[in-house]
């Protein structure tokens, strides 16, 4: 039997550590890389990504690894449980010294999520979730919001979204905003900062596996945006799409995209 408080401790003070070891790189000064495809990488992320790693995998050796700065292997498919991790979601952010970046650690059992941690340490943040037992910032619960109209929404995602020719009829006025990470994004929904965050292109699993449990022991409903509930530990490490939303507000915006083709 799992035992969840053991996990959750386990990676809350491993995301804790994390982020301070992410700070202290970039106070010495980043070295910066880019990817294929061009997106940014810096030595802050890969010593994160060192550090979860040893220290994680050290803790628990049977448990597999999937991590944005770590080579995937098919050796993950046949473990029961597995950490998502990434080691700095919102890299862009951290370079530049905007505060939302953050460190999302996930523990995944039989494809779903069954403990998360979302660490934001330069807004002083830290969202906790195991299955079944609620989710909390800085220690106090916390709950999606209770809107139950999509006029007024504040939504995480870009405005342009619904602008796209599938959609049937006009979207109500709603007041978009951004965030870097995607994992933060999620906890703001799942704090009730935000009502929905919406995207409609395929996600990393390590960028939204956390942030979906500590979503859903919220109160909030996450989804694609044909309303298919994800699950995680697959040989594709994505999600087809985002919604992530208060309860009254997911299936509104499951209709509005029901003609919006999936891309996975």
Known sequence: MIDLDADLELIHQAALDAGALAVAERERGLKIESKVGGSPVTSG?????????????????????????????????????????????????YMKRNPWWCVPIAVVEDGAVVAAVIHAPEVEETYVAVRGGGARRNGRPIQASDLDTLEDASILGDARLIEAPYFDEPWPPMRFEKRNALAYRMALVAAGAFDAALALTPKWDWDVAAGCLIAEEAGAKVSDHHGRPWRFNRPDPRQASLVCAAPALQPLIVQRCKNVPLSL
């Not at 890969?46 to 690894?65: E, F, N, S, T």
């Not at 050796?75 to 950490?83: G, Q, T």
């Open 45 to 93: 992320d890969l010593k994160v990504d060192a550090l979860l790693k040893d220290r994680l995998l050290a803790a628990r050796p049977d448990y597999g690894w999937l991590s944005e700065e770590t080579a995937d292997s098919p050796d993950r498919l046949s473990k029961r449980r597995i950490f998502v991790v990434d080691p700095i979601d919102g890299t862009v952010a």
